[in-house]
DNA sequence: GTCTATAAAATGATAGAC
DNA sequence: GTCTATCATTTTATAGAC
């Protein structure tokens, strides 16, 4: 839905709209956002930053749809014939940490998607999203049968890597006013207590 | 911020206002919420909503409000003297479960709050919220210290009850979709699933 | 208390000059 | 490509009749 960038300054443009696109709308979700602040922290007039998007929905989908695939790839990577399930599910979890960490912004978008009732993400969630977990619920389920892993709900066991790891992002907010000035940077600690939790969990 | 209901009618329209606004708010944030839906909602027109609160931000400050304590109840009723330390986090956890299921508006109403980086709660998660979480940590550290409960960073454990409880009503529309029509209420198996989780991890 | 009418500002989007 | 000017709507809020 937006045109593709061919000179340096349409990709240079492009590339500033949807860096500013994703400050606001990952704060406000879709309908709190206005094209004036995404304008004015693009740098661009509202009628210039329309001349790269036709849309506010536009960028929006824009958005949603290139993030989806690299948000997915750590569990795509989850890798079936690992000598130890359990280390590569801790590697897992890690890198959904690493990425709440280094993209806060992206794992807010999403939330605010999903808090919203995935009004634009629906039809995704329901094939691609479903289809990966299922599957890679199946190699959960094939360890735990095996004796490789403790025996565990794999879906839901999903569902709180997720929870765990995204919440340092979603609700950095209310992470930082519990600890306090004193801790500046909850995730080395937050890395070392998810890595007990998980050790805990799963191992045999 | 709102007009004490005197009257019958005022508390029934009172009621219905902060009821419809607690649907709208809670799926589109502050921003994104409209008065016009508001008023829909509640079966009233927008001027006479406009009699019952000021403005649409004392809507959104009352609903906060009067949230914040009945929140935070169960994390106050956790009690210090508890006879089984692991049982009685527990049954934070599944009654903090339990509020999910029962009050997903509620949870997600929070959640727009934080994910917009706490505008107008920023204050009471500083000085409410983080003290009432260092007085519980302490009490969780002296368990541990007794050898009561396996040793636990006791600050990032309960952001890990926040994050997997609330994680089923923010998220609903993502678990479902995972899920699949074949399972329409994810509760029971939570339940379950979380109890095995915080066992593994408290468990001495 | 509730309504119609309306003001005043904001917001998404377009026209057209340069 | 970028801008100023502007339009059409939506949105918050008020005035004033009943």
């Known amino acids: 839905m937006s045109p593709r960038p061919r000179t340096r300054i349409q990709q240079k443009n492009s590339e500033a709209i949807l860096d500013a696109a994703l400050d606001v709308f990952s704060r ?3 309908r709190g956002a206005t094209l004036d602040q995404i304008a004015t922290t693009a740098g661009l007039s509202k009628p210039n930053l329309l001349y790269y998007f036709p849309s506010k929905k536009a960028i929006h989908v824009a958005l949603l749809s290139a993030l989806m695939d690299n948000w997915l790839q750590p569990l795509r990577d989850l890798d079936p014939e690992a000598a130890d399930p359990v280390a590569e599910l801790l590697g897992y979890v890690r ?5 709440s960490r280094d993209m806060p912004r992206e794992s807010r978008l999403f939330a605010n998607e999903i808090l919203q009732g995935a009004p634009r993400m629906g039809p995704a969630l329901e094939s691609e999203l479903a ?4 599957d890679k ?3 959960i389920e094939g360890w735990a049968a095996e004796g490789r892993i403790a025996p565990v709900h794999p879906k839901h066991l999903i ?3 997720w929870a765990l790891t995204q919440h ?3 609700f950095d907010s209310q992470v930082r006013a519990v600890l306090g000035p004193g801790e ?4 080395p600690e937050a890395a070392v207590y998810l ?3 998980f050790t805990r969990l799963l191992a045999r």
């Open 28 to 30: 406000h979700g879709f």
């Open 95 to 99: 890198r959904k940490l690493e990425m």
């Open 168 to 170: 340092y992002a979603d």
């Open 195 to 197: 890595d007990t939790l």
């Open 131 to 134: 289809g990966l977990v299922a």
């Open 159 to 161: 569902f709180s890597i």
């Open 184 to 187: 500046p940077d909850p995730y």
């Open 137 to 139: 619920a199946r190699v």
